[in-house]
């Protein structure tokens, strides 16, 4: 076993290297200080040593919630049967690695992005679906009181949309809005359960 | 087909039936045969197998059945729509292995391969509901908890039911299988009551999911030797999995189909895109944990069923109905276990009541 260069979090934003010379026993006392359950700590430590490495050094850098563990464990072995690819080069592609590198935001907020990132993988054409609905959503500048609420990850074909309103004058100020974008609102309903070719167009 | 078997269990009172005494004819010499007082506790998952359903699949029990051998299709719901099919259960389990099977979640409780010895009394039924409805044309298939040809050399059943089928002018029998065991049917006569079925996938789905079936090509070539023997041949595309290149392998697999088989001998093409419980795909994850075919883009349905996004589905749908139109343009086409709105959206029609289509389906 040669020792594994982990990187390592310090105080105050400092970043150091440690030489582990087990990585399976820094995954163990990782997954003990987490009371991460022993059916995924298997699976862990099932994985080739190279993508159980860099995955605890993920891990590690996100400071990773047991839960935000799971969820990676599982996504991340899905997309390694899915592409037949190796999970330690699915953590190195650009948006997972920018993630990694970068300094910006809650160590929460770049775990969450880090989630999203997998499932953007994981999911490509219902990722892509997704933005595109946001983006013609958003593009519609419908007024304060109006939502337009997609399925939870698209898991349905119904588009909700949500009014509030403290009097009659805002109610009907933001039907009229709704009535003005009639079109492009059915155009995004049609979207979620209509052909792919909509979502081309 | 070279199926293993581990064992053969017989039921006592099975002991001196002509199914028993044809399994103990044709099977292996290395398989052993016992007897027991109860074949259904021969059935039971057994205890400390790696995989129970695996090994439920390797032991045939010969017994008798208990409840009706005829009964609605399973797969029937009024959120779908339906094609009016009814089911004759006449063996339970299958020794092939797809991944992607219902089977897995359905028969997890008594996986054992069991095939029922006191098959003549579900053509007493089928006698019965033929005279309860009259004028009415019934389709009926034996392939919902097993593969209807599967072993057919072993138990021989099929000569039976295409001889039943033959003589009767208001039933249709469809044998569904993922097998090229034809050997058996073209002994027989099937004047034209009989469909055989093939479920067909691309090379990818059979490579990667469908563990010891007969290939694509295989299918293909029986279903043009059962048609030239005087049976019906249906397709079922059943399940379509939505993954990166399907529609062209889809495409493909038509192409094939349609240069073996003469588009308008045709019955029927059935369609469903793959749809699992969270539990069957917990089970299949953990039995083909290396299999991308059940790692789709999949979404929870109203039903509570995973399936492809809508519009990926629909999309794939319209291109393998596209494709199939371009051929067979008169042949009846329908999907199973899809909502309404889909059926509207890749048909272009409201889908018929599930009489009207069994009849249609029944009538050819």
Redesign the interface.
Known sequence: MFPLPVFREGGQGVRYLELVVSDTAAIRAWAAERHLPETHLARWLKMAERDRAALLAIARALRLSTGALVTALATL??IS??E?CAIESVLARDPIARIIKGRAGTAPARAKAFLEALRAI?????AE?ARKLEAEIAALHLPRGVSVVLPK?????QLRVELQAGDGAGLKRLIGALYANTEALAHNAD?????????RK | MNFELDAIVIEDRCRSSALAARVIEKVPPHVPVSYVADGREAALPQTGARDPFGAGKRRMVVLNRRSPFLMACPSGSAEFACCGYLVLTLASNCPMDCSYCFLQEYLAGNPGFQVYANYADALDELERLAKRAPGRHLRVGTGELADSLAFDRITGMSRDLVEFFAARDGLTLELKTKTAEIDNLLKVDPKSHTIVAWTLSPDAVFRNSEHRTASPSARIKSARRVLEAGYRAGFHLDPIIAYAGAGRDYGELLDELFDFVPPERIAFFSMGTMRMTPGLRTAARERF????ML?G?E????DGRLRA????R??LY?EIVGRIKASAPKVPMYLCMEQP?VYR?VLGAEPPSAAALGDLLARG
């Open positions: 072995e899905e049967v899915r037949s994981r999911y490509p054409r219902l679906a990850d698209l898991g349905a074909d979207m979620l359960g209509c052909g792919e070719d909509r979502l | 944990s290396s299999d991308p790692l883009e979404v929870l349905s109203p996004f809508a519009p990926i629909i999309a319209r709105g959206r």
